[in-house]
Structures are given as structure tokens and as C-alpha cells.
């Protein structure tokens, strides 16, 4: 049996790894990196710190506009798929490598299976939220992390080869925990105190493309009145540097991107979590830190119903008073991503159907 895993930016590195150590023990694995992610910092790291094997194919497409690296993403995948002939393809989440992944698959009738299936955050604004749902529409497996994103794909028609597995970052995050206490000196390398920081993540297009979304975040950011970390995004550094924004609070201090394991240390320490990323926002629920979304809208809804997140926009006022104001009980909380086996349960669901 033959998996041709499709990967190319960090929160799908992270993703993956559970699930080729859970492949690899009864099927034979084909990975494929699109170099969608393509600085060291964010991507090689990530293989050799969450014991990825190194890549199969590196196509090295790099960053381009979304249709030129889309279509170049998938004449090259399709290359692959022809030399290799997979049972299926593995795609994962919401970017461009899974779009060209699921296409060029279902062109040559290689049938897809699509893990983090079924997230809708009802933006069409968003490149990720077009993307999901095509690789959906296109999937013959929809491995789901949660009943909402049951919900979604049964509003949508689609009912057969729909999986409730629950949420393989809670895999990741189980297996990598005991690894980042081990090796992770991340808080003395930055001198910085457990529970007496914010952590910061800021990387998505809908804020760093727009001047007034991303002049906003930047000065409220330039105002927070404790502590803080920004490990900063490449891209979002270019952006800020087009626009002539600037970080100038001496609390909050500039690092570059770090690997998984430290990132890890990073959310499990903070006081809260202020971040524009879907995986944080999950990881933030998991550490069981209050998490402060700066989207207008989020895909992991149940983090806002159960009162874990807080959806503030790139509104300054809103930053600043929750960054004040909000806090979480945590001891309230239901498990609504399932039991940290997600990756064995897609494995199994695969090479059955496979069979």
C-alpha cells in the first residue's frame, strides 16, 4: 500500500508527523514537500525536530501570487503522482499545497483524503477558506476533528466517507509536550518568567495585506503594557517594513521564527495567547491558555462557544481590553477534539477502505 503525503507550510509539518509514524507502521509513504514554506527557520527545522523523515520530493516553488504557486504547485505534483502511482493522496488543512495536492489527485482519479476536513469559518475573503472547501468537494476520505465540521460538510451534502476522528494538533501536541520540557531552554534563552508573558503570533494575509488591519494590530501591540514575545513571520516582517510600521514597545520583544518544540514552551508558559493562527488557537485550548484571536470570525468555533478564545478583530480598543480583562476557567471545559488517537484512527480508516 502506497500514501503520497502532500505538505508544504509549518502547521502541516506539525500535522503530519503523527500521522506518517502512525503510516509508516503497516503502509509505505511517498512525503512530498512543496516548498510553500521555504526559509530554513520555518521549514527544515520542523523535520528533523519532530522526527519527520526527510522528504521524498522537494519541488521548491517558494512564494509566489496564489495562482502562479497554485498552478505550479499542482504541474508538479501531478509529476509525481504520474512517476509514483499512489493507492491515495494525504492532504492536510487549508493552504495552497492542499488545493494542488487534491486537484491534481482527482484529475488523475487518485483518490483524496483530507485530515482537518469540514472547518468553515464563512469567509470567502479568505484564500484558506476557498481552499477547504474545494479539497473537500474533490476528497473521498473527510477526516473531521470535530461534530461542527461534521455539521458543516452534512449542510453541504456531503455525508459519504465523512470521519469523526478527532484533532490530530492534540496528537502532536501529547507527544511533543514531554519533548519540548526535555529539550526546549526557550524561557532562559529570553529571560522571561512563566506565567508573567503574552504570547504573540501575527502572520495571516487578511491582516499583514491590509495597511489598516495590520497598522492597527502593530499599534496596539505598540501599547501592551506587559511583557510579551513576537516570534516574527518573514512575510510579516517584509509587510511591516512596505508599510512603515514598526514595533517600538520595549516590551515586547522581537525573535526570530523557533522551532515547534520551543514554540510549544512558548504557549504552555504565557499568561495568554494573542495570535491570528488557526493552530495556535487550538494549541492555546490544549495548554489551557486564555487565547486572544485577532480574526473577525475562526474555524474552531467550539474554542469561542466554551469561552476559551476571544475573537477580537485588528480593532486596537478590543486588543487592548481583553488583553486587560479576559480570562478563562478552564476547569469547565468539555474534550471536544477527541482522545489523542486521531492519527492511528485515520491510518486504520485508510488502509481498511485501501484493503
Known amino acids: 500500500m502506497k500514501i ?33 514554506h521555504y526559509d530554513k527557520s520555518m521549514s527544515d527545522v520542523f523535520f528533523s525536530e519532530l522526527h519527520i523523515p526527510v522528504p521524498d520530493y522537494h519541488l521548491h ?16 505534483i501531478e509529476e509525481v503522482i504520474l512517476k509514483e502511482k499512489p493507492d491515495c493522496l494525504l492532504v492536510y488543512g487549508d493552504t495552497n499545497s492542499t488545493l494542488a495536492g487534491a486537484l491534481a489527485a482527482s484529475k488523475l482519479h487518485v483518490p483524496v483524503a483530507h485530515v482537518e476536513a469540514g472547518l468553515r469559518s464563512f469567509n470567502k475573503r479568505m484564500p484558506e477558506e476557498i481552499n477547504r472547501i474545494l479539497t473537500d468537494h474533490v476528497s473521498e ?33 501529547q507527544y511533543n509536550s514531554r519533548l519540548a520540557n526535555e529539550k526546549s531552554g526557550i524561557l532562559k534563552e529570553l529571560n522571561i518568567k512563566t506565567g508573567e508573558y503574552i504570547l504573540i503570533t501575527l502572520h495571516r494575509a487578511e491582516n499583514t495585506d491590509d495597511p489598516a488591519r495590520l497598522s492597527q494590530i502593530i499599534s496596539a501591540l505598540n501599547e501592551l503594557p ?26 515586547v520583544k522581537l525573535i526570530e521564527p523557533v522551532g515547534y518544540l520551543d514554540m510549544l514552551q512558548l504557549e504552555v ?45 485588528a480593532d486596537q480598543s478590543k486588543i487592548l481590553n481583553a488583553v486587560d480583562n479576559f480570562t478563562v476557567d478552564f476547569t469547565r471545559m468539555k474534550d471536544v477534539f477527541g482522545d489523542g488517537r486521531a492519527s492511528e484512527k485515520i491510518t486504520d480508516q485508510l488502509l481498511k477502505d485501501l484493503g
Open 141 to 173: 476520505w473527510l477526516f473531521c476533528p470535530t461534530q461542527t465540521a461534521v455539521n458543516h460538510l452534512a449542510t453541504e451534502g456531503i455525508r459519504r466517507g465523512v470521519h469523526l476522528v478527532g484533532d490530530v494538533m492534540l496528537d502532536a501536541v
Open 61 to 76: 516553488v517558494g512564494s509566489k501570487s496564489h495562482g502562479a504557486q497554485t498552478g505550479e504547485m499542482l504541474s508538479r
Open 226 to 251: 506587559l511583557p510579551a514575545v513576537l516570534p516574527l513571520h518573514p512575510r510579516t516582517k517584509g509587510k511591516m517594513a512596505q508599510m512603515g510600521l514598526a514595533i517600538t514597545n520595549p516590551n
Open 269 to 313: 508558559n504565557a499568561k495568554k495567547i494573542l495570535t491570528d493562527s488557526g493552530g495556535v488557537q487550538k494549541e492555546a485550548f490544549f495548554a489551557k491558555v486564555p487565547c486572544i484571536t485577532m480574526r473577525d470570525e475562526t474555524e474552531w468555533t467550539e474554542t469561542v462557544e466554551l469561552g476559551a478564545n476571544l475573537l477580537v478583530g
Open 4 to 36: 503520497l503525503t502532500v505538505v508544504g507550510a509549518r502547521p502541516q509539518f506539525i500535522k503530519a508527523a503523527p500521522v506518517s509514524r502512525a503510516i509508516r507502521k503497516q503502509a509505505d509513504e511517498i512525503l512530498v514537500h512543496t516548498g510553500q
